[in-house]
């Protein structure tokens, strides 16, 4: 974890490893796979917050191994960029969604 912190891992083994696991915890949580099962608010509210925690913690692993990479300058520009995406998606599941139900619905 240290190394992927510092952005001493290449960026194509940062990037998937990282990005991959937290497309699937996101799919996981926001799909109809435990919904039927787990029906607790406070659940969702948690895993949601946890979800930004782990975005913010992808966000710097990535960035700083953008900024190490030496390659084509276009690949740190995109991953840099999906992170961003990454972490609004977040930051909207975990705290607008509930703060703002009506102008979240009313823009949808």
């Known amino acids: 974890m240290k ?3 510092l952005g001493n891992t290449s960026l194509a083994k940062t990037f ?10 996101f799919y996981v949580i926001h799909s109809n796979l435990l919904h039927k099962k787990i029906e607790s608010l406070g659940f969702y509210i948690f895993v949601d917050m946890l979800g ?9 692993s990535v960035w700083r191994s953008a900024n190490n990479y030496k390659g084509n300058k276009i690949w740190p520009i995109l991953s840099k960029t999906s992170l961003i995406l990454i972490v609004i998606y977040s930051l909207y599941k ?4 509930w703060r703002f139900p009506d102008l979240i619905n009313n823009i949808f």
């Not at 930004?52 to 710097?60: H, T």
């Not at 975990?94 to 969604?97: D, R, S």
Request: aromatic fraction near 34%.
């Open 52 to 60: 930004v925690v782990l975005s913010f913690f992808i966000l710097g």
């Open 16 to 25: 998937w490893s990282l990005v991959l696991f937290i497309l699937i915890y």
């Open 94 to 97: 975990a705290y607008f969604k």
């Open 3 to 5: 190394n992927y912190w």
